[in-house]
C-alpha cells in the first residue's frame, strides 16, 4: 500500500524544494520529486538555479571580476601585479565545487526536516481528494498526496535558426562550461543572462558582440538606468551592443561560426567561435499531466493560479516560473513557503508588486517597483530624487564609482513608488527598498533613517533627500 502524503512537491528547485522544507515544518507529511540531472547523470537538486544558473553564473562572475580587477585597477591602489593569468579549468572547478556544495547541502536539508525526496519524472495521473502522480525514472512507481505544488521551472527559449549543440551553440548551460577563452563570441539577446555571460567572457578577453531583437535596450529597466547601462557596458566594458537585430542563418565550418542577420533593412554577416543564445525563457508546464486532471494553461504555457497560487483544481498549486510574475529564483521561494502555510491553515501570501529585480553585471543594476515611463505612461503624479556613486565617499574609495540610485515617490502622498540602482553592491542596496515598499513608506521616513558613514547606503539616503531638492552631498 502507498504511502499518503498531504503535500507532493514537483521540482526540487528554489521554489520546490523551499516548499518542500517549510510543508514539513508546518508538520506535513512531504515528498519532493524531482528528476534533475548533473553532466556525469547523477541526480541533483537545486533546479536550474544551483547547478547551471543562478548560483554558478554569479560565482564566473566574481572571478571573472577579479581578473579584470588584477589586470586593469590595482594599479591605482599602488599594487603591481605582472604576468597575471586566467586559469579556466581552475575557475570552472571552483564554480562546480561551489555548486556541489549547495546541492548536497539541499539533500541535509531534506534529512533535517523529514522530506522524503525521490529521484525520476512525476505526472499526474488523476485527481479527486487523493491526487495520483506516476513517477518515471529507474523504476516506475506512483505517490499518493492531498495536496500536490508544481515547481517545474523553465527552459531556455530555442531559436529554430540557431540550433544548440552547448559545444560551439551554448545556451546558459553550456555558457558556464566553456573549457577555454573565446576569440569572438555571439550572444543572441540582451537580457539578463545574455549580458551576465557576456560580461563574464569579455572580462576574460573574449570580443563579445550581442545582437537584440529588441529597438530598445534593457526595455524593463527604467529608462535612465538602461541609458547608463548601455553607455557602462559598451564604454567601459567593451561590449559591442546591436539592437533591433533578427538572427536569420547560421553555419558553421571547422572553429568560424558565419552568422547572417538583419539590423534595419540591412543583411549583415559576422564570424565567431562561440555563440551564446539567451532569448528568454519558457514555462515546464509539458508533461506534468495537466491535461489529466484539467489544471488550466494559458496560451504561453503558464499554469493560471489565484493569488494564493492555487490552480483551478482545488488542491493543485503552482508556483515559480511556470506561473505568472517575473521569473526569479527569490521569487519561487516565497511563492513556496506561502503556498505552505496556506495548506496548512495558515495565511500565505506574495507581493508581487515589491519583488526586487537584480542583474549581477558589473556595474550591478537592481530595482524594485514602477519605473518612470511607467508613471508616466499611466498618468501618475510623481517625483524624482537621483544621488550619483561618484559623490559618494565609500564608493569612491573602494574605486567603483559608476551609476547612480534614482528613487520616485507620489508627488502629493510622497509614498515611495519605485527604486532603481546601477553601481557597486546594489542587489544589497536594494533590500532597504524592497522594505520601504513592503511597509508604504515615503521618502521622508528613508530621509530622517540615519545610515552609516561612509557607506554605500548613503547613496539611498541621498536619493530620497533629492526627491525634495535636500541633497547634502551635492
Known sequence: MNTIYDVAVVGAGPGGYVAAIRASQLGLKTICID????????????????????????????????????????????????????????????????????????????????????????????SGDLMRLKITGSN?????????????????????????????????????????????????????????????????????????????????????????????????????????????????????????????????????????VAVGRVPNSNGVGLDNVGVDVDERGFITVDHHNRTNISNIYAIGDVVRGPMLAHKSSEEGVAVAETIAGQYGDVNLDAIPWVIYTSPEIAWVGRTEQDLKSDGVPYKVGKFPFVASGRAQAIGDSLGFVKMIAHEESDRILGVHVIGPYASELISEAVVALEFGATSEDIARIVHAHPSLSEAMHEAALGIENRYLSL
Not at 107 to 118: A, C, G, R, T
Open 140 to 276: 516506475e512507481s506512483f505517490v499518493d498526496a492531498k495536496h500536490v505544488i508544481i515547481a517545474t521551472g523553465s527552459s531556455p527559449r530555442s531559436m529554430d535558426s540557431v540550433p544548440v549543440d552547448n559545444e560551439y551553440i551554448c545556451d546558459n548551460t553550456g555558457a558556464l562550461t566553456l573549457t577555454k577563452t573565446p576569440k569572438h563570441l555571439l550572444v543572441i539577446g540582451a537580457g539578463v543572462i545574455g549580458l551576465e555571460m557576456g560580461s563574464v567572457w569579455r572580462r576574460l578577453g573574449a570580443k563579445v558582440t550581442v545582437l537584440e531583437a529588441l529597438p530598445t535596450f534593457l526595455a524593463a529597466v527604467d529608462e535612465a538606468v538602461a541609458k547608463e547601462a548601455k553607455r557602462i557596458f559598451t564604454k567601459n566594458l567593451g561590449l559591442d551592443i546591436h539592437l533591433g537585430c533578427a538572427v536569420q542563418e547560421v553555419s558553421r565550418k571547422d572553429e568560424t561560426i558565419t552568422v547572417t542577420y538583419k539590423e534595419g533593412d540591412d543583411i549583415k554577416t559576422l564570424d565567431c567561435d562561440r555563440i551564446v
Open 35 to 126: 528528476d534533475f540531472e548533473d553532466a556525469s547523470g547523477k541526480a541533483s537538486l537545486g533546479g536550474t538555479c544551483l547547478n547551471v544558473g543562478c548560483i554558478p553564473s554569479k560565482a564566473l562572475l566574481e572571478s571573472s571580476e577579479n581578473y579584470e580587477k588584477a589586470i586593469h585597477k590595482f594599479h591605482e591602489h599602488g599594487i603591481s601585479a605582472t604576468e597575471v593569468k586566467i586559469d579556466v579549468a581552475k575557475m570552472l572547478a571552483r564554480k562546480d565545487g561551489i555548486v556541489k556544495q549547495f546541492t548536497n547541502g539541499i539533500s541535509l536539508l531534506f534529512k533535517k526536516n523529514k522530506v522524503k525526496q525521490l529521484h525520476g519524472r512525476a505526472e499526474l495521473v488523476s
